[in-house]
């Protein structure tokens, strides 16, 4: 009797781990940081990104970098500021 729960419920268990754990590395993979991605901020870095690499950490300072090649707000902000 205790065989046929095994039966069921192993597989079951496994299954359920196979999707947590896919969703664990969807999310893990999202929030990577790509070997290219930062060896363009290092060659390519404006004084706002140097200052949130120190003070805030390789993830900030990607996020602005990102910002400013897409052209996002601040990308349009510092536009305006320096006519």
């Given at each position: 009797?205790?065989?046929?729960?095994?039966?069921?419920?192993?597989?079951?268990?496994?299954?359920?781990?196979?999707?947590?754990?896919?969703?664990?590395?969807?999310?893990?993979?999202?929030?990577?940081?790509?070997?290219d991605?930062?060896?363009?901020?290092?060659?390519?870095?404006?004084?706002?990104?140097?200052?949130?690499?120190?003070?805030?950490?390789?993830?900030?300072?990607?996020?602005?970098?990102?910002?400013?090649?897409?052209?996002?707000?601040?990308?349009?902000?510092?536009?305006?500021?320096?006519?």
């Amino acid at each position: 009797m205790v065989a046929v729960w095994f039966v069921f419920v192993v597989p079951l268990v496994i299954m359920l781990f196979a999707l947590f754990m896919e969703r664990v590395e969807t999310r893990l993979r999202d929030a990577a940081v790509r070997e290219d991605e930062v060896t363009q901020l290092l060659e390519d870095m404006r004084p706002d990104e140097a200052r949130a690499l120190y003070g805030h950490g390789i993830g900030r300072a990607l996020d602005l970098f990102r910002l400013r090649r897409r052209g996002g707000r601040a990308a349009r902000t510092r536009q305006r500021v320096r006519m």
